[in-house]
């Protein structure tokens, strides 16, 4: 539906020249949205998806290995849709202190991202309302170290920002001017807690954007708008845990996402917009539902075959297999750690996996070596590629 520009522009000196800053109207849409036909069918498909994502921790023996792993996974492709070049492999080598050659602000910028979400997962489960402040609290987070350090963290801008060009009277966008921030986020809060009948993935998808448009900090804006769609569905009960991610489905339809987002505010055109979101929400949930079946084959098969070859030594080296499981980059000392196996133990249990083409070394050292569960690696490093 075309309902024209969502918003005002207000007239806002900037880098000492006059421009047009958008000013977006609180939510929800006027006149409301238009779910029906398509769209009803579409909301319904992803809602499946969703609850089937929502079961998958009963399809897993440890939901917790594949929070862990997929929420890296997360944050590897979020921070690439900005510009870093850090793979899934680098950040996990970067948490046990072992990162050579990977540039270090991109790694710490990953790193940050999986602090913020658990920061802000923390929060919802000591009862704590999604909120301002708590959106701020995850921003301090994710710009606490590397670059970005220097952008305010934790505190809405003071300044005005723009998007695409060298300045904003060449921009492709120019977000409120900053005086308008707290208004503007003051109505998005608002709009989390209203009960209005909207799905609560309708609602998480026109967040999205309010957010996007918004713009409220100086950095780090796109990857706490991603967060904000998971802790929206977790803070609604609607997901367990924070397992629906979009980075992948963005960054692989990056000019069509960006495309929308301007054409919403230019149009009122939310119906083109939650087609969009919502097929990202079907196709990403489907994909981590397939994701889970194929590890559990894969571990339950790896296991099998140790069991069948490993004989007596079956019951160290199954205590290994199960810490790649949930680490799936680990040195010997912390196998020893995990398993509780004494150093020689671990290490001969290591080489048995790594025989069996299950576990590889990464380093090439003689010491302070890591390891790698190189097929489970491998699956979840699908799509991470670096752009």
């Keep these: 539906m075309q309902r024209g520009e969502i918003g005002r522009y207000e007239i806002t000196n900037a880098g000492g020249e006059p421009v047009r800053a ?13 779910l029906e036909g398509s769209m009803q069918r579409t909301l319904e498909a992803a809602t499946l998806a969703l609850g089937r ?16 792993s997929y929420v890296r996974k997360e944050a590897v492709l979020s921070s690439q849709i900005e510009g870093t070049q850090s793979s899934l492999s680098d950040l996990l080598r970067f948490e046990l202190d072992d990162a050579p050659g990977v540039p270090f602000e991109d790694v710490v910028e990953v790193s940050n991202y999986v602090a913020a ?55 492709a966008f ?39 448009t918004i713009h409220p900090f100086l950095d780090g804006n796109g990857r706490v708008g991603r967060l904000l769609i998971a802790l929206m569905l977790c803070d609604a009960g609607v ?20 495309d929308l987002l301007n054409h919403v505010r230019r149009t009122g055109d939310w119906e083109a917009w939650i087609a969009f979101f919502l097929e990202g929400v079907r196709t990403t949930a489907e994909g981590a539902v397939a994701t889970s079946h ?12 140790t069991e069948r070859r490993a004989g007596r030594r079956a019951g160290s080296v199954l205590r290994v297999h199960d810490a790649l499981k949930q680490r799936p980059i680990l040195s010997l000392t912390d196998v020893s750690a995990h398993t509780t196996l004494s150093f020689p133990t671990a290490a001969s249990a290591m080489q048995f996996l790594v025989d069996q083409g299950i576990a590889r070394e990464l380093t090439g050292r003689s010491r302070n070596r890591l390891f790698v569960y190189d097929r489970y690696l491998s699956v979840l490093a699908e799509g991470t590629e670096a752009p």
């Design 239 to 258: 997901l367990r845990q924070p397992l629906l991610y979009l980075s992948l489905y963005l960054k692989q339809r990056r000019g069509e996402y960006y």
């Design 22 to 34: 958008f000013v977006p109207a609180p939510l929800p849409p006027d006149p409301s949205l238009v």
């Design 174 to 212: 120019v977000p409120p001017p900053h005086t308008a921030v707290p208004d503007c986020m003051a109505a998005l809060e608002r709009f989390f807690h209203v009960t209005d009948g909207l799905p609560v993935l309708i609602r998480a998808g026109l967040a999205h954007v309010q957010f996007e």
């Design 294 to 305: 194929r590890l559990v084959e894969m571990f339950a098969a790896d296991r099998a075959e």
């Design 117 to 171: 979400l658990e920061q802000g997962m923390r929060r919802l489960e000591e009862g704590f309302p999604l909120c301002n402040r708590l959106i701020r609290e995850m921003h301090e987070v994710l710009l606490s170290r590397g670059r970005g350090s220097g952008k305010s963290p934790g505190d809405f801008r003071r300044s005005q920002n723009w998007i695409g060009g060298t300045r904003p009277g060449n921009a």
């Design 53 to 68: 994502l929502d079961a998958v921790s009963t399809l897993l023996p440890d939901e917790a290995f594949f929070l862990y």
